[in-house]
DNA sequence: TTCTTGATGATACGAACGTATCAGATACGG
DNA sequence: CCGTATCTGATACGTTCGTATCATCAAGAA
C-alpha cells in the first residue's frame, strides 16, 4: 500500500480556501483557480476531490455548518456560571452576532450561502436538514428557566424564542453593514433578556 | 426638436425587467442579454440607457428601494381604523412580510442585494443612505402610542423597537425558506403586540 | 423636408471560468 | 525496487458575458 492521506482533512483544508475567499470578496468571486491558490494546491487537486464547483460549495457549506456547531457548544462549554439558565443564554446569542473577526466572516459567508440556496435547492436542503433549529434550543431554555422559576412571569416560550433568534439573525445582519454598533445590540439583547428574567 | 422620450421611465421599465429575473433566478443570473429580453427591448438599448452592467443593477436597487416604500405608505393609508397606532403599526410590520407573491420576490431582490452590498461600496451607500430606518419610525409609533395611553406599561420604545422590526426581517427570511409558516410569524407579531399593547 | 433623438441589428473582441486531458513527478508501503 | 496512490503542470476546449463598433432605421418637431 503506497501513500495514505486524509482526504477528508484535505477536502476541509481546501474548504476553508473557500471560506476565506467567499468572506472578503464574496460566494461569486470564489472560482476554482483562485480556491486552489488559497489553498496552496494546484487546480488539478480541488478537481481531484471535488470534482466540479457545485460539489465544492455545497461540501463547504457543509463543514461550515459543523464548524459553527462545534464552536458553539465550546463557547457554551466554557461559560461562566454555567448553571444560571440566563447566562447561557445570552452566550448562546451572542454565538450569532459577530462578535469578532471570525464570527463576522463566518456570517458573512454563511448569509451568502442562504441566498444562493434560494435558487439552489441542493443548498437549501443542507440549510434545513443539517442545522439544528435555534428557536427550539432557545425555548427549551425558556421553559426550564420557567420550571427553576428564573422567569419574572408566564410567557410563551416559543413566541419569545422566535422572535429573539430571528431579531438576533436581524441585528446580525445590520452590524454586517455597519448600519449599528455592537454596544447597542448588546444592550438590546440585555433589554430582553432583563424584560425576560427580570 | 425630434422624438421626445421619457428616459426615466423606460430605465424604469428595464430595471423591472432585472427584478423579475433576479426574483426568479437569482441576482447572479441577471445578465444584459437577459435583462433586455425580458424587458422587451435590445440589448443595445440596455446599453444605451445605462452604460454599464454595474450602473444597472444600482439603479435597479433605487427604483426598487422608491418602489417599496410607495407601497408602504400606500398600504398605510389605506390601513382600516388608522386611529389605533397599534393597527398601524400592525400593517407597517406585515408589510416586511413574504405575504403575497409581490412581496416575495421583493425580498427575494431586496435580500440578494443585500448581500452583494457586502461586496459592493456603491450597493452599500444606496443601503445606508436611500433607506429610512424602520427602527425610528416604529420606536416614534411606541412613544406615541404610550402618550395615548395605548401601552399596557412603560417599556424602552428604542429597544422594542430595534427587536421588532429586526425580528420581523429575520422571520421574513425565514418563510421565504419555508422554514416557517406565515401563520406562524403572524402570531408571533401579534403575541408581541399584544405583550405590548395589552 | 430636414435634422436630431431614439432605437435596432449584427457582430466582434477579450476576458473569465468550469471542465477535461495527458503526461509525469513524488512518496510510501510491501 | 516496485507498484499504487497522491499530486502537479501545462494546456486546451467551449461557453458565457460585458463591452464596443458601425451602419441603419424610425419618428416627430421645426
Do not use: C
Request: hydrophobic share 45%; charged share 25%; aromatic share 6%.
Amino acid at each position: 500500500m503506497p501513500k495514505r492521506v486524509n482526504h477528508d482533512e484535505r477536502r476541509r483544508q481546501i474548504a476553508g480556501a473557500v471560506w476565506r475567499i467567499a468572506a472578503d470578496q464574496g460566494l461569486d468571486a470564489v472560482n476554482m483557480r483562485d480556491v486552489a491558490a488559497e489553498a496552496g494546491v494546484s487546480l488539478r487537486l480541488v478537481q481531484y476531490y471535488f470534482e466540479t464547483k457545485h460539489n465544492l460549495l455545497v461540501l463547504a457549506l457543509r463543514y461550515l455548518n459543523e464548524r459553527s456547531e462545534q464552536r458553539a457548544t465550546a463557547r457554551i462549554a466554557a461559560t461562566p456560571g454555567a448553571t444560571s439558565t440566563r447566562a447561557v443564554l445570552r452566550e448562546v446569542l451572542m454565538e450569532f452576532l459577530p462578535i469578532d473577526e471570525e464570527h463576522r466572516d463566518t456570517l458573512r459567508v454563511h448569509l451568502a450561502y442562504y441566498v444562493r440556496s434560494l435558487n439552489d435547492p441542493e443548498l437549501a436542503a443542507v440549510f434545513l436538514n443539517d442545522e439544528t433549529p435555534l428557536e427550539e434550543l432557545v425555548a427549551g431554555m425558556l421553559d426550564q428557566a420557567h420550571e427553576a422559576g428564573e422567569l419574572v412571569s408566564r410567557v410563551n416560550a416559543r413566541h419569545e424564542a422566535d422572535l429573539i433568534v430571528s431579531g438576533v439573525n436581524g441585528l446580525g445582519i445590520d452590524l454586517l453593514h455597519g448600519r449599528r454598533q455592537l454596544d447597542d445590540v448588546v444592550a438590546v439583547i440585555d433589554y430582553h433578556l432583563a424584560r425576560l428574567f427580570g
